[in-house]
């Protein structure tokens, strides 16, 4: 199947701006998401992009889409410890029905 | 709104066993996705179901099925369960032609497999 990189870790100072990657392979990409997941919860929906978009702004979260080179990135500005999660970037190909393809996940650590 | 809710949330089951998972959707969403999530594989869908019927399907073997009823809730059913079944099933609710098609999950039930 299509793939979805991150990669896995990411340490940032409490205040500070975090920037989560994400590439993709399947051109045919309609919605990219952001999921946050906490420990032992399920998947919490952050925010999302249409692929006919380049940028989405909500509130501390910005989401940069290049679709030529197939990358999404999610930023989070000010990130606070309770951001502290594992973040999911996941694409819905047009033929796929509602199915999501996820990436791993990316492990956000942030310190006071 | 009630979020989407899953039942049971933990569940201990040995090898060769059957099991039952459900799943209720948000209030008027008619679209009802399973994933399976473990360490090594990651969040890997499973199926789909809308209206009752079965839109989509992962590559999972056929011991794994679901079904969805007329009030949207939906089941997963396991047959003859393998250690490797062991994992987080997260059950996520829709709503057709809703701005971005975003997919609301539920706290998901953690299945155990001795």
């Known amino acids: 199947g299509e793939d979805v990189e991150q990669s896995l870790f990411l340490s940032v100072r409490e205040g500070d701006s975090s920037v989560i990657n994400c590439t993709y392979t399947d051109s045919s990409s309609t919605y990219l998401y952001w999921y946050k997941q906490e420990p032992g919860a399920g998947l919490q929906l952050l925010t999302y992009?249409?692929?006919?978009?380049d940028m989405k702004q909500d509130q501390r979260l910005t989401v940069l889409l290049n679709k030529k080179d197939k990358h999404l990135s999610l930023r989070i500005a000010d990130t606070q410890t309770g951001d502290s999660a594992i973040y999911f970037c996941a694409e819905r190909g047009s033929n796929s029905g509602y199915a999501l393809n996820f990436g791993k996940g990316t492990s956000l650590l942030v310190t006071p | 709104k009630a979020g989407v809710t899953q039942t049971p949330r933990y569940l201990i089951k040995t090898r060769g066993q059957q099991v039952t998972l459900s799943c209720s959707p948000i209030?008027?969403?008619?679209?009802v996705s399973w994933y399976q999530q473990t360490p090594g594989q990651g969040l890997q869908f499973l199926f789909e179901?809308?209206?009752?019927?079965?839109?989509n399907k992962g590559n999972f073997p056929g011991r794994f099925s679901g079904r969805q009823f007329s009030n949207s809730r939906s089941e997963m059913n396991v047959s003859t369960l393998e250690l490797g079944d062991s994992a987080l099933y997260l059950c996520a609710s829709s709503l057709p032609g809703g701005e971005g098609d975003e997919q609301f999950f539920g706290p998901g039930t953690r299945l155990t497999v001795l």
């Open positions: 209030s008027g969403h008619r679209s």
């Open positions: 992009i249409f692929s006919n978009m």
């Open positions: 179901y809308f209206s009752e019927t079965q839109r």
